[in-house]
């Protein structure tokens, strides 16, 4: 972020201070409480805004967890531990924490309604079990105490907006960095999240994990507005409701769980003041949020969408001919790309089968370091499965070895860490995502401008800040091209890249693909059908036809053999 722009934030973010201060003042007491309550609120909404809004994974114990921080809250009165509410609250949080990974494990597995279930039942479980036992210091009347300065309704109401807006700073840093990153990329792809060498249980975990902090911190934060919390304050039920809410408001954006939160204490004041059943509510919500499920979006997400084609702004494109800044750099001046080893990889008996159904038998497939090595074949010859084996998307038999280092048992994102990159037939591009945020998270190193420019170079002009959501299907196909190759892999597997491609496009990829092994120290496999672009780009080419070789070689001779023309071309062989 520029500095100007972390200005005007700092100026904004005291404007809104101000803002709160004096809103609240004029306010009687009840419209306080209200107030803090709706804060209380967005802060437990953000805890879902990153388990589910971010990450994508269904939870709806939301309210179990922040009646772990409460509980942790009020032992900790009962205990007399000293500091108050000021540590207490952090406390609280961290009590959440073991049990957030705890419910996060049925997620290494489940999915959608399954991990709904999952996460339901602990939600009942915890009802339950405080119901049996209580929380500390009811049974003797003992209510939570706030240090001085958080006495008074208003300073409460302050404080809470406070540790809203510290979540909500804290939330938008972590968003920015790699962990942040990766659960974005998780919601869409989790095969994309391991092919960028990011493991996909320690994201699901770590989503959880802060989750579960974030609405233990709202738990302590309604232990010290209510002074008593009881079983009831977090009944299973709070959690449907809040994940009904964080949907239709956006609640992965900090704006989105404040209105979220407003609108919870909005919409059940008004059914109490006209006498309608509270129930309700709980209709309006799901309904909201059934419009939200059916649009893509909610409604943070079509604020910033209206403010963002209201805007002006233009930002400058990478172009390199025509920025001087943002030029690659000359070959004297360019950082020289990692040596290339003699045999970048070495597949040897490769074998997959998925039941009685042999995809794969017997394969074996060098790649020279420093070129780029063709993969075709008819359809169902079995190039898809040998991509996901050789990557450690399915097991096989047989050995995979990547510049000497045997990489047969290793999951897929120690293979891409390891430098063996992968692209996908199917867009599992991050529409969530600018391009800078894209490049940055496949490249898993830090990038200058003169980097992102290196790898955009005559392939795609686009601006770093530009939405990766706004790009057509074969701009997001050639920016994955890009990705996978400015992580300076030894070897980038290339499926079916210029796919939904057209002619102009086409030809740039084979261009730019001739230059990549000198540019980015890479060896490349591509999988292409597109015979023209095959043989402009690779020195060799590996047939696959039933699973098998059935020839390799330069491209002119492979595709001059009778065989190759009867089973991949369909041409008969004339005696």
Sequence with gaps: MRPADRLVRAGLAAAGALLLYGVAAPLPAYWVFLATSAVVSGVLLQSLGVVAGRAGLVSLCQAAFAAIGAWTTAQLN???VPGGLWVWLPLAGLAAVPFGVLVGLPALRL???????VTLGFAATVDVVLAASSFPGVAQGLTVGRPAGLAAERQYFLFCCGVFALVAVALAVVGRTRLGISWRVLRESERATAAAGTGVPGAKLSAFAVSAFVAGLSGALLAGQLAMVVSRNFDPGQSLTAYAVAVMAGAHHAE??????????????LLRRFGIPQQWANVVFAVGALQAFTQGSGLSDALRARLRRLSLRRLPLLRPSETPSTAPPSPDQAPLPPPQPATALQVSGLGVRFGQVTALHQVTLTVPGGTVHGLVGPNGAGKSSLVDAI?????CTGTVFLSGTDLTTAPAHRRARAGLRRTFQQDRVPTTLTVEEYLRFTARRHLTHEDLAEALHDLVDLPPTHRIEELDTGTRRLLEVAGALLA???????DEPAAGLGQAETERLGAWLNTAPA????????????LDLVRATCERVTVLDFGTVL????????FATPEVLRAYLGEEVTA
């Design 78 to 80: 009962v205990w007399a």
């Design 111 to 117: 999915r959608g309604v399954h991990l709904a279930i």
């Design 256 to 269: 989105g769980a404040l209105l979220g939160g407003a609108l919870g204490v909005l919409i059940s004041e």
């Design 391 to 395: 990557t450690g998307f399915v097991p």
């Design 488 to 494: 300076r892999p030894v070897l980038a597997v290339l």
């Design 519 to 530: 540019r980015f120290g890479a060896a490349v496999l591509l999988i292409e059908h597109d």
């Design 551 to 558: 020839a390799e070689g330069p491209p002119a001779e492979v």
